[in-house]
């Protein structure tokens, strides 16, 4: 689809359907709704009058000029209160509007722009928001369905029309982060929904690598022998159960001038958990396609900031294997020897993200990064802690929580922080080992962040637990049924507005 930011009158457009803002205090129509109402003999005013459009947020309605407008079709989208507007309200009315522009098939849409800053909210921010809600909204779950391809009508063309010159410049810089930032959703989104018959860590590695080419950075993938040659024996321990080779992804992203700092993005890439031979049930591998999310998170992070040129050093890394039972798999009571050298007794072979990515973590670190950031469907119980609206935020070190949680408010990927204290340690002390992979029924996400914290060292981290917020049972708005992708706007954001620390 082609994005385009214009300086003209949406009332002149000549597209199928045109956009227009509506906030709840329209006592008094605004210019362009009035010359609209003039033209349609007071449609829109008698609509308001009528009190069947409120313009409540998100609510939408269609009127038809019948030939006294160059378009066919005007969509009131309603944004709520004026000065009760955020981000993320804004991001919400523009999914809905997204999804009525769908529903009408529309080819081509322009979108009446706002004049000047929404109160605290940038024009920037806004159309960010505005691009990010339909592009959002427009993502679908039909990669194996057999469409007729003339059913597959899509938006061809979206523009952005503002009637002054002044600020334009900010609205296209929005457009351009929102559509980088939506493609990192959807992109993830798109990974997560594929099925472990289709996505191999092979495959997933093979589309980090194709990313890297297009958008130059690079991609290593390191192969079994590599891997046993680092040392990360953990992270094998895992793959040892299944047939299909694991891989090591590693990115680096070089910004093409200044860097402020270098990070390290870990992100948990099992792309089919069955437990091991610590079995799950089927209703619980039901969604277990969609445990290498962290994985395509990193990935679609790390190819965002290079489509920006984001001035960071950035370092990708994601163990990709599957987990399953077999006669070579991990044994519940196997002791092995990780990559930083402690040993790890394994007392449920279903707590596998923890062992992959103390490994990747405990690698990250010969990187000497200024911070280390890991994302991963790594418990249930994060789910029971905090449902489903957020993910759990654990970390080591005050100021980096502090901005991922700015960045959360921003992007709308909510994160609520959760206890780390170091008396956590007591539950993951082995008889056997330097410790162990579970630590009883209580607290679950708290003891599998605790495991992750004994690899990072002094290094400061944090840990971003999704498996609360990886699926969505129902669409809604810019959210879609199936993977979410949470996790790549977050950390975008997170990235953009990165502050030494
Ligand atoms: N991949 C799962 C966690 C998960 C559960 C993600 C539900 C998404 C939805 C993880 O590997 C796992 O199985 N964790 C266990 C840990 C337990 C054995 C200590 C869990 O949370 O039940
Ligand atoms: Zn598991
Ligand atoms: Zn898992």
Known sequence: MQIEVKQGRVELAEDEGVLLNCFEEVKRLNPVLKTINDKLSGAVSHLFETGDFTAKLGQTTVLYPQGRLKFKRIILL???KRDEMTIEKLRRA???????TRELKLKSLSVQAFESNLAAIKLQESSQAMVEGILLSFYKLDRYKTVDENERVALQRLTFLKEKRKGIGEIKRGEEFGEIFSWATNFSRDLANRPGNYLTPERLAGEADKLARENNFKCKILST???KKLKMNSFLAVASGSKEPAKLIVLEYLPPRRKINTLVLVGKGITFDAGGL??????????????????AVVIATIAACAKIGLPLHLIG?????????SGSALKVGDIITSHSGKTIEVLNTDAEGRLILADGLSYARSFEPDAVVDVATLTGTIKLALGTLCAGLFGNHRGLKAQMLKASEKSGERVWEMPLWKEYDEFLKSDLADIKNVGGRFGGAILAAAFLQNFVGDLPWIHVDIAGVDFREKEDSYHTKGASGFGARLLLQFLRDWKRI
């Open 78 to 80: 309603g944004l709520g």
């Open 94 to 100: 523009y999914g809905f509007a997204g999804r009525k």
């Open 225 to 227: 022998t590599e891997i």
């Open 278 to 295: 610590s079995l799950k049930t089927t209703e619980g591998m039901v969604e277990m396609k969609g445990d290498m999310m962290g994985g």
């Open 317 to 325: 890394i994601i163990p990709a294997t599957e987990n399953l039972p």
